[in-house]
């Protein structure tokens, strides 16, 4: 008889619905994953809300996520039913050029789980086992599931190639951008401006060791004389582009991670003339993944104390609640 698991679907725009579905059986190479935490990213409420052409309904999305394996599939022998495992959900095919070459998040044939395949969003889900990494007993599933969203900022610290005397602009106080504050902190980055209109999510920021600056007055105030080394946007609108361009200083790196609008007008020239870097910075390769997870498992980066649980039956209230306004909540973990 078919085992069933209960999970999350999402249906259609602000739709989602507890199903129940098969349990997925792993293949050749794959383990099966019983899902403990899985966090919402902010990805998935545009997704949710339709405005994301990546996520096609009906789909179980999830891709932050931390659990135990329950099952291996054929030929995977590195773990065994029971091991704690945290989870990169970027599956790509290992033997392209840039596979080859350390840059493994811009393979053409990258498939990531909650998008192009199942995620978790449910009671268990398949894995590849090169992407499935064994966690220590004393680290928490709560945890382990942040490992994926840290390694987006410590991969986009690095392509900016942040240097501890930079002085960093941090556009968005969301996940990524509060996780980009903690990786530019253990780089040594001194002097890190987090701008937001969210007075909760700045509090966070300052706890963090950012610089709170609400609104354009206040990155101008504390902007320095020449402008930043450095900047990020981790909202991905027009006017949060804009305002990295005008507050770094001549030769600056600019990073680029909100995907919010997909086309923005920016002013060209100035970037030429300014010979201003600006870097596209999409999830993060192996490297990334793991320096993340070690972090976490240092007790170097944590930001449980903004996280709230949720079960898995309430996630669509809770996607409403991020829209809506999350106040100081970081992120929401779902507990299947």
């Known amino acids: 008889m078919t085992q069933t698991m209960r999970a999350l679907v999402y249906e259609g725009p602000r739709l989602m619905n507890m199903r129940t579905l098969p349990v997925p059986a792993p293949a050749a190479g794959e383990v099966l994953v019983k899902i403990e935490r899985v966090g919402i990213c902010g990805s998935e409420l545009s997704g949710y809300l339709g405005h994301n052409t990546l996520r096609k309904p009906p789909l179980v999305m ?27 959900p970027l599956q790509t095919c290992g033997k392209c050029r840039d ?10 044939e990258r498939k990531l789980l909650g998008a192009h395949l199942p995620g978790a969003f449910a009671e268990y889900a398949v894995v590849a086992e090169s992407n499935v990494y064994g966690i220590p007993d004393d680290l ?8 994926e969203p840290l390694a ?34 253990l780089l040594g980055v001194r002097e890190v401006v987090v701008a937001d209109l969210n007075a909760d999510r700045l509090r966070i920021a300052a706890e963090l060791g950012g610089i ?24 991905g609108l027009q006017a949060t582009r804009l305002r990295c361009i005008a507050s770094v200083r001549r030769g600056a790196r600019i990073g680029l991670t909100g995907l919010h609008e997909a086309d923005s007008t920016l002013p060209v020239n100035t970037i030429i003339r300014e010979e201003l870097k600006l870097l596209g910075a999409f999830a993060y390769d192996s ?24 079960p898995l039956e309430q996630g669509g209230e809770c996607f409403e609640t991020l829209i809506g306004g999350p106040g100081s909540i970081a992120k929401i973990l779902l507990q299947p």
């Open 140 to 147: 928490s599933f709560d945890l382990a599931a942040m490992a």
């Open 287 to 310: 490297q990334d993944f793991e320096l993340a997870l070690r972090w976490i498992a240092e007790g170097k980066v944590d930001l449980l104390p903004w996280t709230i649980h949720r």
């Open 62 to 88: 999830g891709h932050e996520f931390a659990g135990t394996v329950a099952e291996t599939g054929e030929g995977a022998s590195r773990f065994k039913p029971g091991d704690r495992v945290a989870v990169n």
């Open 152 to 185: 987006c900022a410590v991969h986009l610290c690095r392509l900016i190639a942040l240097q501890p005397e930079d002085r960093l602009l941090v556009m968005g106080a969301g996940p990524i951008g509060l996780f980009a504050v903690a990786a530019a902190r």
């Open 212 to 235: 709170p600056a609400n609104g354009d007055a206040e990155i101008e105030r504390l902007k320095p004389a020449e402008g930043f080394e450095a900047a990020v946007d981790a909202v």
């Open 99 to 108: 596979c080859l070459s350390g840059e493994a998040q811009l393979c053409p």
